[in-house]
């Protein structure tokens, strides 16, 4: 099979995928009316005489970093899925098996795989950063600001919230990858999208974990994060993408070599 | 097939020690609650902890053990077909997901005082190769317990704070337990439970109050003070979210098919 037609096949597969589209519909859907709650409770509070300290151009940006669970858990479950046996009552057999057996060459069905994350994360990530923002200026109402106007003042910070879905995804498919299960990535990357995530934690540890993936490539969109001297949004970019490149290696190394 | 109580409650016990992903777990969960008291003591954020306050701020991360093994407890049965064999053996419903509860809550309670006990051990080990003798003690809700000379251990009010807090992890785990015997797979529990506890209340952190209602928000309030509800009222809400979860889960096991 070529690629494109293994890409079809995946995609394909995620269609059919119910946790897959659970994931990315939540994840999309709760964003949105969060950050409209944010948005309507700001007004109140700028109505009832808050100043304005420029966060309002922010409020579209603030849940990009949890949103992202939902395309997390759909980055999981396109590779651990087909290492889920089926009931004994219908063989107990497993999707790899069928899926190898129909893209044998491994590297190009991983390939596949990761494309399909990609663009599905990049498709959430676009819809939810870019709903978010225009939800949160229609809401605030006579404090919201015109689009060109925001679109000035955030720059390329949209597009950086996305790059952080899209390249976020991936490095949990590729750990996914690496576990053949689903338990070992969905709790680490759950738990690190608490309110002091643990490699937040380990900002405070040691000054190294600013090249962590996650703290680097948060400095592609956040403003005010809380911790100093953090890496520039550039470099955050860079650093988030070697990491994804590398560990996606691993992971293509591994599934190259590994039995199925 | 049995209908003894204690044969019940002793397999189930047997099937949770021989499932390796929850010994894995335990063992994980333990060892990640000493490494996060230590980091928590290491490197406070803005005033220096005392052991006892390290200890119950490590709760909100080795929360996800306690998860895991609940939903391990129930769901890991739905991989295969074990679920129909366990009811042959046990065609009691009611009494096999007693039976499950309690191998489930013996278990975890074990777990919970192994956790509490390591992260002391890892705050305590963080704070006197730092040499900082901190003196103080954790606010528990009902007035700060103070004057607890910290790296000779733990006084008498942080001693409730950490008891309370074990009782904290026990039941977040009995909450997973519940949902995933109504969800029946490992995967989708796990991501329910995760989200509820650990992803849901960011998001309503700051827009509505209603955060406060989340169980993990309202049960956090049983071991540490904090905004929002008082120490009895967050732990009738995390009551009232385990009396729905276990309500739900028991009309569910009893009348679906396996």
Redo the contacts between chains.
């Keep these: 099979m070529s690629l494109p037609n293994t890409v079809a096949a995946e995609f394909r597969k995620i269609v059919t995928l119910p946790a897959a589209i659970v994931g990315v519909v939540l994840g999309t859907a709760m964003t949105l009316v969060f950050t409209a709650m944010a948005g309507s409770s700001r007004r109140a509070k700028l109505d009832a005489g808050m100043a304005d300290d420029g966060s309002t151009y922010d409020l579209g940006l603030e849940m990009a970093a949890p949103g992202v669970v939902g395309v997390i858990v759909t980055a999981i479950v396109i590779i651990s899925s087909e290492y889920t046996a089926t009931s004994k009552d219908a063989g107990g057999g497993r999707q790899i098996l069928v899926s190898l057996t129909g893209t044998p060459r491994r590297g190009e069905l991983l390939a596949a795989k990761a494309v399909v994350v990609a663009l599905v994360s990049g498709v959430a990530g676009a819809v939810t950063i870019g709903g978010g923002l225009l939800m949160t200026q229609v809401l605030l109402g006579r404090h919201g600001h015109p689009i060109g106007e925001l679109m000035g003042v955030l720059g390329w910070r949209p597009v950086g919230a996305v790059a952080y879905w899209v390249l976020t995804a991936l490095i949990a498919f590729a750990v996914a990858v690496m576990a053949r299960s689903g338990i070992v990535p969905m709790v680490a990357f759950v738990v690190n999208t608490t309110f002091v995530s643990v490699t937040f934690l380990l900002t405070r540890v040691t000054s190294l974990a600013k090249y962590l993936p996650d703290v680097a490539g948060a400095q592609m969109f956040a403003t005010g994060y809380p911790a100093e001297s953090m890496v520039t949004p550039l470099t955050g970019a860079v650093v988030m993408t070697a990491w994804t490149v590398a560990l996606l290696g691993v992971a293509a190394g591994l599934f190259v070599r590994r039995d199925a | 097939m049995t209908n003894g109580a204690w044969n019940t409650l002793a397999a189930e016990l047997i099937k949770l020690r021989t499932l390796p992903?929850a010994l894995i777990t335990i063992c994980v969960t333990v060892l990640a609650a000493a490494a996060?008291a230590a980091?928590?003591e290491?490197?406070?954020?803005d005033r220096s902890l005392t052991v006892a306050e390290a200890t119950l701020g490590s709760v909100?991360?080795v929360q996800?053990g306690f998860i895991?093994l609940g939903v391990l407890s129930v769901a890991s049965e739905y991989?295969?077909?074990q679920a129909r064999t366990t009811l042959t053996s046990v065609p009691g419903r009611l009494l096999l997901m007693t039976g499950k509860a309690g191998a489930y809550l013996l278990t975890a309670t074990a777990t919970a005082l192994l956790t509490v006990t390591a992260s002391c051990a890892g705050a305590w080990l963080a704070a006197s190769t730092q040499g900082t003798v901190a003196v103080g003690g954790v606010d528990t809700g009902q007035g700060a317990v103070g004057g607890a000379e910290v790296v000779a251990g733990p006084a008498g009010g942080d001693l409730a704070a950490l008891a309370r807090a074990a009782v904290y992890l026990v039941l977040i785990g009995l909450l997973a337990q519940a949902v995933a015997a109504l969800l029946r797979d490992?995967?989708?529990s796990?991501?329910t439970v995760?989200?509820l506890v650990?992803?849901?209340?960011?998001?309503?952190?700051?827009?509505?109050s209603l955060a406060d209602y989340l169980p993990g928000a309202a049960g956090a309030r049983l071991y540490q003070a904090g905004p929002g509800l008082t120490p009895v009222e967050g732990g009738l809400v995390l009551a009232a979210w385990l009396t729905l979860a276990l309500t739900a889960a028991t009309i569910s096991f009893t009348k679906r098919d396996a």
């Design positions: 992903a996060f980091a928590l290491a490197a406070p954020f909100e991360y996800a895991v991989a295969g077909s490992v995967i989708a796990l991501a995760l989200a650990l992803v849901v209340p960011r998001f309503l952190a700051g827009v509505t």
